[in-house]
């Protein structure tokens, strides 16, 4: 079920307030929808999330490298060498194979306490890299729910189609991936292959998100239904235009964004 949808007057015309397009939402209430206003809070959302997702990361880095070197090493045995130290007397020290004794016992529990350090270590480093997936997804919802929300297409005084960006999203949200790099992200456009899609207006350049709509629309079998002016409807009209799945419609807008990423993933890797 749609959590907002479009207002049109008896006319089928977008109703306005304040110079917004007004929606209404699940609980029935109708308040006008400001692009700008969302655009600016989901980048500073989207900023946020990256900062936390880079720190992170760097942090799980941080403790692979300190845990490299104690991997095998075990503290009830370097205990007991230091005890052997301290109990060898000066003849003892000097005899090669006293020496060479100690020698493979500091090994062995040098060794064995890395070990045990860096399994002490594995639970800590799988909730990082969990957390570190958990915001890549999220930084993908917001970057890609951003954009169609601020779509041309979709959004604004006059959307070039029927869509409202809740259902562009998840029509043709799993066409896009999110490229994050550092405390900056890039929003891909894919193609049937799921390859980066390429600019026809600026060849040799990928294109941005605009022409790539207009291509995945222009390419949607159901064109003629998605336009404004056309024949038809889009949802909200008995057009199930975003998934051939029953279940697909029992998700949230997030459960089915993400599921739509999981989808692409499994196509195109």
Request: charged share 35%; no cysteine; hydrophobic share 35%.
């Amino acid at each position: 079920m749609a959590i907002m949808k479009l207002l049109l007057d008896a006319n089928n015309v977008p109703v306005m307030k304040d110079g917004l397009p007004v929606y209404k939402y699940a609980d029935g209430t109708e308040m006008p929808f400001d692009a700008a206003a969302t655009l600016e809070g989901l980048n500073k959302k989207i900023t946020a999330e990256t900062e936390k997702s880079t720190r992170f990361f760097t942090e799980r880095e941080e403790l692979k490298k300190a845990v490299e070197p104690w991997k095998t090493y075990k503290l009830d045995e370097v205990k007991k060498a230091i005890e052997t130290v301290k109990n060898l007397s000066a003849q003892e020290i000097l005899d090669q194979r006293g020496i060479e004794e100690l020698k493979r016992t500091m090994r062995t529990g040098f060794d064995e306490e890395k070990s045990a350090l860096a399994k002490s270590y594995e639970p800590r480093i799988k909730d990082l890299e969990k957390t570190i997936s958990d915001r890549e997804a999220i930084i993908y919802d917001l970057a890609v729910t951003n954009k169609f929300a601020t779509s041309e297409y979709f959004s604004g005084e006059k959307p070039k189609t029927v869509f409202a960006p809740e259902h562009a999203t998840r029509i043709y949200g799993n066409r896009f991936k999110v490229d994050i790099n550092g405390h900056d992200y890039k929003v891909i456009a894919l193609d049937e292959t799921g390859k980066p899609m390429m600019s026809k207006k600026n060849h040799g350049e990928l294109a941005d998100f605009q022409e790539a709509v207009g291509i995945l629309v222009e390419q949607d079998s159901k064109k003629n239904r998605i336009f404004k002016g056309n024949e038809g409807g889009g949802p909200g009209t008995g057009h199930n235009l975003s998934s051939s799945d029953p279940n697909f419609k029992n998700l949230s807008a997030t459960e089915q964004i993400r599921a739509g990423l999981a989808k692409r993933k499994e196509l195109f890797g």
